[in-house]
Structure formats: C-alpha cells, structure tokens
C-alpha cells in the first residue's frame, strides 16, 4: 500500500524550533517532489517547500526563507522539515505530498507555487496532516 506518513507536529513556544518528518512506504522518492504545505484555520492551503529527489533542489515560500529548511534521507525514503525560530503565524496542520517529475517541467515549482494543486495529477500522494502549534 502506498503511503505517506507526516509525524513530528506538536506545540512550540515562539522562537522554539520542530522538526516534522514525511516517511514514505509502498514506492521510493527517486524520481518526485516532495513538498511540505500547510492549511491554518479559516485560510487556503498554502505552499511552504519543496525538494526534488532528482537533483536535491529545494523552493521554499518567502515566508519561510531562512527559517525553515528541508531535506532528504534516501535510505529511510523519508524527507523532513527543520523548522526553526517559528512564529504563531505557523500554526497549522501540515501536509506532505509528493509528485513524479514530469519532462521539461520544474514540478517543486509547480506544485509549491499552486499550494499543492496538481499534486495527484502528476502520479502524486499526499500524506495525513500533522498539527502545529505555536504559542506567543
């Protein structure tokens, strides 16, 4: 069974750091995108980073550069994101999803940019939410 499994959510004072982790089973990142998004109450899912498995280029959402980062294990097939000096404005649940790279097309870009749409049209899984919250 094909599964993406988000872990890592939590409550954090602000200033204080988290570190989520997306652990894939029933098929490999080789050839995806893995992106984190994220969706706070009463707003619309929003992009927050992507990395390609492919060439280990990674996006992130302006409002996270410098803060957040993230990465990949590819012997645990399982991709994380270090979220440092976090703000109440990060509260959210969190998702995780992964698209097949496609020809002649930048799919981190596409999918982080468009907040996840596209996701599942590209051979894409997305993962259960994992819930953060952060106190000020």
């Known amino acids: 069974e094909v599964q993406l499994q988000a872990s890592g959510g939590g409550l954090v004072q602000a200033g204080g750091s988290l570190r989520l982790s997306c652990a894939a089973s029933?098929?490999?990142?080789?050839?995806?995108?893995i992106g984190w998004f994220r969706q706070a109450p009463g707003k619309e899912r929003e992009g927050v980073s992507c990395?390609?498995?492919?060439?280990?280029?990674?996006y992130y959402a302006d409002s996270v550069k410098g803060r957040f980062s993230t990465s990949i294990d590819n012997a645990k097939n399982t991709v994380y994101l270090q979220m440092n000096s976090l703000k109440p404005e990060d509260t959210a649940v969190y998702y995780c999803?992964?698209?097949?790279?496609?020809?002649?097309?930048?799919?981190?870009?596409?999918?982080?940019?468009?907040?996840?749409?596209?996701?599942?049209?590209?051979?894409?899984?997305w993962g259960q939410g994992t819930l953060v919250t952060v106190s000020s």
């Open positions: 990395i390609n498995r492919s060439d280990g280029s990674t």
């Open positions: 999803a992964a698209a097949a790279n496609q020809p002649q097309i930048n799919v981190c870009a596409l999918i982080l940019y468009g907040h996840g749409l596209g996701v599942r049209s590209m051979s894409g899984y």
């Open positions: 029933g098929f490999t990142f080789d050839d995806y995108a």
